[in-house]
């Protein structure tokens, strides 16, 4: 073989090897990955590559809801692939805002723009991001109570019964608890245990951020005092109802100077108590953006964990 056609078969082959190394295998998704039963491109055994999903979008809607007699609004992030693959399915994650009232409170902590970047390589498997919109009632049904002018407005009502629904029918989410996740910051937080353990059945997995747990008598009027505060607080409704609170998937997390990281760590102890298996993290921080912005992709990331931990517990196609 002549000089230079041994010098062409090594460049050939040292290409090939430049490209297989460059191209790499494609990377291992979470059990939940919804994907199409058939594959574009040049065959069924190309793989797909980390860029292959595109980035997501996000849809901003309305209802009415008969609860409270008033229409709301909502915003959701619709995953990669999500249109270009009609008959996939997916999982959903919840995420209720805090006090400030802002439907668009996950949005400025980059909870839309860490999810493309996340699932767009691969790093997670896609799913629905969800959020309803709150205003400042603690995501509960008020008690009425003329002292205080509590109207009994039924705020947990509508977001279990109503809400969520509503997505399901408006799009293709996976309708089943396994497949929902319910997690919120501050209020929310605390709204994500109580509604989870005042409305069995709907989600399958909490995640509790910073969550606002003021004691009776510093909370709300609407929360009642006595056995009507008890039924909405995370801590007795845990001590009341444990076999419901086994039925989760728990994460809490709170800062080491969060205001209510005492009534944080009361919860964490009686989950523990009672041998629930939970997530605890106490991140160095207190109680703010700065703190929830950090960890948005420590929160995607768990609900892409827990979400449908099995391909049987959530068929995705239709």
């Known amino acids: ?16 090897c430049t490209r297989d190394l460059v191209r790499g295998d494609p990377p291992a ?31 901003q809607g309305s209802f009415h809801s008969s609860a ?41 902590y980059g909870i839309f723009e860490q999810a493309d970047r996340l699932m767009e390589f691969g790093a997670i498997p896609p799913f629905l991001i969800v959020l309803p919109e709150g205003d400042q009632e603690y995501w509960v049904d008020h008690v ?9 407005e039924k705020w947990g009502t509508y977001t279990a019964k109503e809400v969520v629904p509503t997505i399901d029918a408006r799009y293709r989410t996976i309708a089943r ?6 997690g919120g910051l501050s209020m929310g937080g605390h709204a994500a245990m109580q509604l989870s353990l005042n409305f069995p059945g709907i989600w399958g997995v909490i995640a509790a951020t910073s969550p606002s747990l003021r004691p009776e008598g510093d909370a709300p009027t609407y929360l009642g005092f ?24 728990w994460w809490i997390d709170t800062g080491d100077a969060d205001p209510w990281l005492a009534q944080a760590t009361a919860i964490h102890d009686q989950l523990v108590s009672l041998g629930i298996a939970h997530e605890w ?16 992709p420590d929160y995607l990331g768990y609900y892409a964990k827990t979400l449908c931990r099995t391909a049987a517990a959530c068929p995705r196609q239709q």
């Open 1 to 16: 073989m002549s000089r230079l056609a041994t010098a062409l078969v090594l460049l050939l082959a040292a290409v090939a």
């Open 29 to 59: 998704l979470a059990s939940l990955a919804a994907t199409p039963e058939a594959s574009s491109g040049t065959g069924p055994s190309a793989p797909a590559g980390p860029r292959d999903l595109g980035k997501g979008r996000t849809e």
């Open 68 to 108: 409270l007699d008033r229409t709301l609004k909502y915003l959701v992030y619709l995953p990669p692939g999500y249109d270009a693959n009609p008959r996939a399915r997916y999982p959903t994650a919840y995420a209720l805002h805090g006090g400030s009232g802002f439907v668009t409170e996950w949005v400025d």
């Open 144 to 152: 009425i109570d003329k002292r205080t002018g509590a109207n009994g």
């Open 177 to 182: 608890p396994e497949a929902r996740a319910i």
């Open 226 to 249: 006595g056995a009507d505060f008890a039924a909405r607080d995370p801590l007795a409704l845990i001590k009341a109802k444990p076999d419901v609170a086994r039925a989760y998937v």
């Open 281 to 296: 993290h106490v991140y160095s921080g207190d109680h703010s953006a700065q703190y929830w912005s950090a960890h948005v």
